[in-house]
């Protein structure tokens, strides 16, 4: 089977570049504790149908994924608790899928690369008008850009060295 590049860079720049890893965490760990708190409410009630802790997770994962859920809490704690979960579930879950992807396609406009060739650009145009220690100063920043550019190609090339 060979591996798509694209596919793993895409798989590692959703991982490391957008919530996406944290909020999932995030919604597990709630879920697993609001329906604890669920089956715990429900556990004593008289005709309950949240009856195991493996009923709770499951009526968690429909009640908040709008499957659409047949079994209802029996108790006024559990119907609280099950409609924070919903509404927080809810939330998570779809905002974890918008904020996704709003963080992945946004994040080329988070580097406006362009903006700044045009900045630097128009700035050598006005070379004429700086002093001597300003162009000492860009002296230094072009160095220090420069050096930090041969580091970027080193790390690439032992990048692609070990692919």
Do not use: C
């Not at 798509?4 to 879920?31: A, C, E, G, H, S």
């Not at 060739?117 to 420069?146: A, F, G, R």
């Amino acid at each position: 089977m060979t591996r798509n590049p694209r596919f793993k860079k895409f798989v590692r720049d959703i991982v490391t570049q957008t919530p996406f890893l944290r909020m999932i965490i995030l919604l597990v760990v709630l879920w697993l504790i609001f329906a604890a708190g669920l089956y715990f409410a429900e556990r004593r009630m008289e005709n309950a149908t949240i009856t195991s802790y493996g009923h709770a997770l499951y009526w968690g994962i429909a009640a908040f994924s709008t499957a659409g859920i047949a079994d209802t809490p029996r108790s006024g704690v559990s119907q609280i608790i099950g409609g924070i979960w919903i509404i927080l579930g809810s939330m998570l879950f779809f905002g974890t899928i918008v904020a996704t992807i709003t963080a992945y396609f946004m994040r080329p406009l988070q580097r406006p690369a362009k903006q700044i060739i045009e900045t630097i650009e128009y700035n050598l145009e006005q070379l004429d008008d700086l002093s001597v220690d300003e162009l000492d100063l860009l002296k230094d920043t072009i160095d220090t850009l420069i050096v930090h550019m041969e580091r970027m190609k080193q790390a690439q090339e032992r990048r692609n060295a070990t692919s």
